[in-house]
T-cell receptor, first 115, second 113 residues
Framework: DTEVTQTPKHLVMGMTNKKSLKCEQH?????MYWYKQKAKKPPELMFV???????INESVPSRFSPECPNSSLLNLHLHALQPEDSALYLC??????????????FGPGTRLTVT | GNSVTQMEGPVTLSEEAFLTINCTYT??????LFWYVQYPGEGLQLLLK?????DKGSNKGFEATYRKETTSFHLEKGSVQVSDSAVYFC????????????FGAGTRLTVKP
C-alpha cells in the first residue's frame, strides 16, 4: 500500500472560519510534509514532521497550524485565512531512513478556496 | 544551492509521437533524481527515479537516465498516448526527510488524438 489519503477533497471557507485538513498514511513512514501548490506552479514546502516532531517550518504564517497526533496522521489547522491562501494543499510522506528515504509519496490534495 | 531547470512548456504532441522533456540540475552533493507526474485535479505521483550516476529509471514506458557528466535527467517516451496528458515535474533530493526536495517548474504535456 503506497497510498496517502487526504480529506476533504474540496473546502470552501470564509476568512473568519476555522477548519482542518487531514492526511493519513499507513506505510510506516516517519516523515510527513505539508506543501502548498498554486496553479501552474510546483509545490512549495510548508512543514516537515519527523518522528511526530516538527522539524521544519518554512516561515509559514501562524494562521496555518500543523499537528501530528501520531505516526500515521497529519493535520493542518486553518484560521483567519486570506483569499491568497486559496491553493491545492498536498500532504506527502517518506521513510525516515534508508536508501528509499529520498522519495516522497503524495496524497491527492485538498483544493482550498478562501472567500 | 541545489536547483532543477526544466524545459518550458507547454508541449503539444500527436498520439504516438516521441516525447523528450529536458531536465538539468545543479547540486553540491550526490542527489537522487525523480520525475513526478500530476494529472488534472490530482496530487503528484512518483513516475520514476534514479539514485546514482548512470542509473536508468523506467515506468509505464517512460525512461530517464541519470547523467552526471551533463547533470541531466531527461524524460523520454517512445510513443505517447492521450492519457499521458499531464504536468511533469523533475525533482532532486540529496538530504532526505529535510527541506531539500527541489522541484523544477513543471512541463505541461498535451497529447492530441
Amino acid at each position: 500500500d503506497t497510498e496517502v489519503t487526504q480529506t476533504p477533497k474540496h473546502l470552501v471557507m470564509g476568512m473568519t472560519n476555522k477548519k482542518s485538513l487531514k492526511c493519513e498514511q499507513h506505510m510506516g513512514h516517519r516523515a510527513m510534509y505539508w506543501y502548498k501548490q498554486k496553479a501552474k506552479k510546483p509545490p512549495e514546502l510548508m512543514f516537515v514532521y519527523s518522528y511526530e516532531k516538527l522539524s521544519i517550518n518554512e516561515s509559514v504564517p501562524s494562521r496555518f497550524s500543523p499537528e501530528c497526533p501520531n505516526s500515521s496522521l497529519l493535520n493542518l489547522h486553518l484560521h483567519a485565512l486570506q483569499p491568497e491562501d486559496s491553493a491545492l494543499y498536498l500532504c506527502a510522506s517518506s521513510l525516515r531512513s534508508g536508501a528509499d528515504s529520498y522519495e516522497q509519496y503524495f496524497g491527492p490534495g485538498t483544493r482550498l478556496t478562501v472567500t | 544551492g541545489n536547483s532543477v531547470t526544466q524545459m518550458e512548456g507547454p508541449v503539444t504532441l500527436s498520439e504516438e509521437a516521441f516525447l523528450t522533456i529536458n531536465c538539468t540540475y545543479t547540486a553540491t552533493g550526490y542527489p537522487s533524481l525523480f520525475w513526478y507526474v500530476q494529472y488534472p485535479g490530482e496530487g503528484l505521483q512518483l513516475l520514476l527515479k534514479a539514485t546514482k550516476a548512470d542509473d536508468k529509471g523506467s515506468n509505464k514506458g517512460f525512461e530517464a537516465t541519470y547523467r552526471k557528466e551533463t547533470t541531466s535527467f531527461h524524460l523520454e517516451k517512445g510513443s505517447v498516448q492521450v492519457s499521458d496528458s499531464a504536468v511533469y515535474f523533475c525533482a532532486l533530493s540529496d538530504a532526505p526527510f529535510l527541506n531539500d526536495m527541489r522541484f523544477g517548474a513543471g512541463t505541461r504535456l498535451t497529447v492530441k488524438p
